[in-house]
């Protein structure tokens, strides 16, 4: 079973984290290839393109500026994992998940990327804000970031799933949207997470994003196999709902 989460925007730079067998991006040449266009570009640009503020343009001008690959940790580098904070990497918490949980993350967790593609959680990044939905013509066949890397990540996907490996798809719908579920041919499950208010179920953007960390941490401290069993999930009070789910997206309710 592979889980899909998306990154966050918010970064910890002095994160903690445990001595691993630390990775290398997948898709470290394309990554410094953008990084290589993205040094040329100026803090009024990247307010533009990111619809940032003028002070996280000039972090991240300065960011691509400093941008550099390692297979070592350093003060820059750290594993993914830990590196981006916000509500689904509280709610994943890898830094209270046991060595042996954190072996199996490593292999069933991937973390969607709009500079790295995708990432498992010890590939060694270095701090960058590049949102998947950033409206960007990167060439003349990648009019945005869905082109450039959507048949890369659908390859690494095909190449380390079999066809009768499920998908758990906790990604935001901004980037999920890379990956042509279609063409994967593998099966995806889609969990959404609904509150009960005013009378009617209705995704609350927070306690989604916490739900979605979670729910992969269950997956990987349980060691589920078997789509069926995240029907059993029922952390924070969630609860499965049949009547509200279809084949694919899978609705929790409290």
């Not at 990648?142 to 959507?150: D, E, V």
């Not at 990604?171 to 999920?176: P, Q």
Request: net charge positive; with cysteine; hydrophobic share 40%.
């Amino acid at each position: 079973m592979k889980i899909l989460i998306s990154p966050a925007k918010s970064i910890n730079e002095d994160v903690q984290f445990p001595e691993f067998n630390y990775t290398f991006p997948l898709f470290a040449k394309e990554s410094k290839s953008l990084v290589v266009k993205l040094k040329k570009k100026k803090a009024k640009d990247l307010m533009e393109m990111m619809h940032v503020s003028k002070d996280i343009a000039e972090l991240n001008v300065n960011r691509f500026k400093d941008w550099y690959l390692s297979e070592k940790p350093s003060a820059c580098v750290k594993p993914a994992a830990f590196l981006f904070t916000g509500e689904v990497y509280r709610g994943l918490a890898m830094s209270e998940l046991s060595d042996e949980v954190l072996s199996k993350a490593q292999g069933s967790l991937r973390i969607l990327s709009g500079l790295y593609g995708i990432l498992k959680p010890f590939d060694l990044i270095f701090p960058y804000r590049l949102e998947m939905g950033t409206k960007w013509t990167i060439s003349d066949k990648a009019t945005n970031l869905y082109q450039f890397w959507g048949l890369k990540i659908l390859k690494a996907l095909e190449k380390e799933t079999d066809k009768t490996e499920v998908i758990v798809n906790l990604a935001s719908t901004e980037y999920a949207k890379v990956i042509p579920f279609k063409q994967l041919k593998r099966t995806v499950i889609t969990p959404v997470f609904k509150e009960f208010k005013g009378g009617e179920y209705k995704v609350v953007m927070m306690y989604a994003k916490n739900a979605r960390g979670k729910m992969a941490r269950y997956i990987l401290e349980n060691e589920l196999t078997s789509p069926d069993e995240l029907k059993l999930f029922q952390v924070d009070g969630y609860q499965f709902n049949e009547a509200l789910s279809d084949a694919t997206n899978w609705v929790f309710v409290r």
